[in-house]
């Protein structure tokens, strides 16, 4: 099976488990104490089974792309890689055959998606498994690994110790006054996005400019509601 499946295998397995104990038992409702969140069907979805066939037959695809910031879609052919889902957005990674570069595409703004008579370049540059490892997301282009840290509210701290933000995250300090965390990932769009979720609720201390960022993002909003008339 696809190998993105696998970090699925063991809620799935405990599902079945408790479905089939449920019919066994004769529940009157087998499946309303299970509920998974509601997500829109994701557009560009009709363009994962050619894409993973391509991967796993070693072929090249022709692809038409068209940036949300552009007015004309360009042409590329590529090398597929490897497939992402992140927050029910769909990427494909893989070489550039125009430069040889790893690129990642958004499956949501692919307008056109065909077998390539290009022949395959195998992938030799990236690991599959890790490439991912050391950012949030799938934008990895400043590919400096940082060390940042973070300091919680006592309350949004029991949320972040019980669900990591990183696998790399550590805890510097926990009391009832705060939670401080250490993180080593490539800081980007994501990693910001998530910050500036939680609000008040959490201060940046290293590094100083992400904390600017951060900072520069608010003042921002700020002036953005205070321009609401």
Same mark, same amino acid.
């Given at each position: 099976?696809?190998?993105?499946?696998?970090?699925? #295998?063991?809620?799935?397995?405990?599902?079945? @488990?408790?479905?089939?104990? !449920?019919?066994?038992?004769?529940?009157?409702?087998?499946?309303?104490?299970?509920?998974? =969140?509601?997500?829109?069907? !994701?557009?560009?979805?009709?363009?994962?089974?050619?894409?993973? /066939? !391509?991967?796993?037959?070693?072929?090249?695809?022709?692809?038409?792309?068209?940036?949300?910031?552009?007015?004309?879609?360009? #042409?590329?052919?590529?090398?597929?890689?490897?497939?992402?889902?992140?927050?029910?957005?769909?990427?494909?990674?893989?070489? $550039?055959?125009?430069?040889?570069?790893?690129? #990642?595409? !958004?499956? /949501?703004?692919?307008?056109?998606?065909?077998?390539?008579?290009?022949?395959?370049?195998?992938? #030799?540059?990236?690991?599959? =498994?890790?490439?991912?490892?050391?950012?949030?997301?799938?934008?990895?282009?400043?590919? $400096?690994?940082?060390?940042?840290?973070? @300091?919680?509210?006592?309350?949004?701290?029991? *949320?972040?110790?019980?669900?990591?933000?990183?696998?790399?995250?550590?805890?510097? $300090?926990d009391n009832d006054k705060e939670l401080t965390i250490k993180l080593e990932l490539i800081i980007n769009f994501e990693l910001m996005s998530i910050i500036l979720g939680y609000g008040s609720s959490v201060k940046v201390i290293q590094p100083q400019h992400l904390a600017d960022k951060v900072i520069e993002i608010s003042k921002n909003t700020i =002036?953005? *509601?205070?321009?609401? $008339?």
């Amino acid at each position: 099976y696809i190998p993105m499946m696998k970090g699925f #295998t063991s809620i799935i397995n405990k599902i079945i @488990k408790n479905v089939n104990r !449920a019919k066994q038992e004769n529940h009157a409702t087998t499946f309303s104490f299970i509920q998974f =969140e509601k997500t829109p069907m !994701a557009i560009g979805l009709e363009h994962i089974d050619i894409i993973t /066939d !391509a991967i796993i037959n070693s072929s090249a695809l022709n692809i038409i792309y068209q940036k949300f910031q552009c007015n004309k879609s360009s #042409t590329v052919i590529i090398h597929p890689y490897l497939i992402k889902e992140y927050r029910n957005r769909w990427y494909i990674i893989g070489m $550039k055959d125009q430069s040889h570069e790893i690129r #990642t595409y !958004a499956l /949501d703004r692919i307008v056109l998606v065909e077998p390539s008579d290009v022949n395959y370049i195998k992938n #030799t540059s990236i690991n599959t =498994e890790t490439y991912f490892n050391n950012c949030i997301g799938i934008n990895q282009m400043a590919n $400096k690994i940082e060390k940042i840290i973070l @300091k919680f509210t006592p309350v949004e701290g029991n *949320y972040i110790k019980t669900q990591n933000l990183h696998h790399s995250q550590k805890i510097i $300090k926990d009391n009832d006054k705060e939670l401080t965390i250490k993180l080593e990932l490539i800081i980007n769009f994501e990693l910001m996005s998530i910050i500036l979720g939680y609000g008040s609720s959490v201060k940046v201390i290293q590094p100083q400019h992400l904390a600017d960022k951060v900072i520069e993002i608010s003042k921002n909003t700020i =002036e953005r *509601y205070n321009s609401i $008339k």
